[in-house]
């Protein structure tokens, strides 16, 4: 089978179609203009790379709460190499079915965009596929796109395993089906016949529409193909019945550095959004001998798309499906209380809310204020303070996550058949032998025995020896 095709980005310029008009449209080009115009012209080029953030603050919220998601959003926009020009909060009362704002903040918008000469505008919200339309329409030019594609995109740039590829590409698809008709605007005018004569526009997008949804059949079928081999995977694991422990929370909160200094791991750690889309499952040996297997997934964000989540199900099924799960939490960010938060709602979303939590307070090497420290495990009961740098904290985390293996463990003795071969062989793999000694009968061993394997293991209990 041939490997899928990456998937590009939204903000990439496409190539031209006929009289399709650019992302923006510079002042000196008018329809009376003799010139073509060249959406490979450098200038506008350019203007496709400059952007206009537009944050919303609603009704209900604080100023402060709509500023910490506009500087996320400059964060995330920033991932993409795209050149920040300028940004601004729009109160917002109510929504406005054309442009999402209303038109007099919508005319003051398009004008901050023309004086910096940029031709994207980003909103730190949902736009319909309407009011992307009608944004472009009614700024002549101006592509006005929205919290979800850009970190679409960052997936895109992201994704490098067949899987996340996969994963991305379906999420893009079901993304640009609604939005078809914005690309066949320019053919608006191409009517011909009578009443019951359709465009040229409508029968070319109901064409690309068809293509878009056998693309996105085919996709499933790769992707359901990728599942089947990754639950092939986990029934492997779990026939070394090891407990499992994922990690989960926001992006850029460590998840990766954690996974690496634990277990000696060589995980792609950078300081950047969404680094990690693929799950990686390491051994973790515990100092008493026992052993985890510990998984890193990918990281969440506020207002996470929920075709993304979706999309991710097959990555995100690792979380569901863990023993507990190690929640990060970045100690050094104000915003801690509600990256937490959305990481236990998508943990919700998933169906992997019931699962046991251990939280930890990673890069505790960037608060030394004591005070702010108190604070913040005032604030997460029960929580570590450690740093991946230092590792500070590190020791009494793995006393816990000894805890953890040892509530599923039980101490037995076993007497095993020599016809039981096969059962010995589990145990070693997947218990912690203390000893094994031969005897005329069989093998006796002394073993802490997971929970997994308790079962398997009753009928050849036998005394302890004396």
């Known amino acids: 089978m041939n490997p899928p095709a990456r998937p590009t980005s939204s903000l990439a310029p496409a190539a031209p179609t006929a009289k399709i008009h650019p992302l923006s449209v510079p002042s000196h080009v008018s329809d009376s203009d003799p010139k073509p115009f060249d959406p490979y012209d450098p200038e506008v080029l350019a203007r496709a790379n400059r952007a206009i953030l537009v944050g919303l603050q609603r009704q209900g919220e604080t100023a402060q709460e709509a500023q910490s998601l506009l500087a996320e959003l400059h964060e995330l926009v920033g991932n993409l190499g795209v050149e920040i020009r300028g940004s601004l909060i729009a109160k917002l009362r109510e929504e406005s079915p054309r442009h999402l704002v209303g038109s007099g903040k919508m005319e003051e918008i398009a004008a901050l965009a023309r004086a910096k000469e940029c031709g994207l505008v980003i909103f730190d919200d949902e736009l319909t596929p309407a009011q992307q339309r009608n944004w472009e329409k009614d700024s002549n030019g101006l592509k006005a796109i929205d919290r979800q594609e850009v970190i679409l995109d960052i997936f895109v740039s992201r994704a490098k395993t067949r899987e996340a590829v996969l994963q991305v590409e379906l999420a893009q698809l079901e993304q640009m089906l609604p939005r078809l008709k914005r690309l066949w605007s320019h053919l608006d005018r191409q009517r011909g016949g009578g009443a019951m004569q359709r465009d040229a526009g409508e029968t070319q997008m109901e064409m690309d529409q068809r293509k878009i949804r056998d693309k996105i059949a ?11 081999q990754r639950a092939t995977q986990r029934k492997q694991r779990q026939r070394v019945p090891l407990p499992t422990l994922s990690i989960v929370g926001y992006t850029n909160a460590g998840k990766s550095s954690l996974l690496n200094r634990l277990t000696g791991a060589d995980v792609l750690a950078a300081n950047q959004l969404f680094a990690t889309l693929d799950p990686t499952t390491r ?84 608060l030394a204020d004591e005070a702010e420290r108190a604070e913040a495990l005032a604030a997460h009961p029960d929580a570590f303070l450690i740093s991946t740098k230092t590792g500070e904290g590190l020791p009494a985390l793995l006393e816990m996550l000894e805890k953890c293996a040892a509530d599923r463990d039980h ?25 094994a000694k031969a005897e005329d009968t069989g093998t006796r061993v002394e073993a802490i025995i997971p929970e997994r394997l308790r079962a398997l293991c009753l009928p050849w209990a036998a005394p302890a020896s004396p």
């Open 218 to 228: 085919k996709v499933r079928r790769e992707l359901a193909s990728v599942v089947a």
């Open 283 to 366: 051994r973790l040996e515990l100092p008493s001998g026992r052993a985890l297997l510990l998984t890193d997934t990918v990281g969440f964000v506020r207002r996470l798309p929920h075709r993304l989540v979706e999309a991710f199900k097959a990555t995100l099924e690792e979380a569901i499906q863990a023993d507990f799960l190690l929640h990060v939490v970045d100690l050094s960010s104000p915003e801690r209380m509600k990256h937490a938060e959305t990481t236990l709602q998508v943990l919700q979303e998933i169906g992997a809310g019931d699962r046991p939590v251990i939280t930890v307070l990673n890069k505790a090497d960037l």
């Open 411 to 435: 101490r037995m003795t076993l007497l095993i058949p020599h016809d039981q071969y096969p059962l010995l062989g589990k145990i070693h793999s997947g218990a912690t032998v203390l000893s």
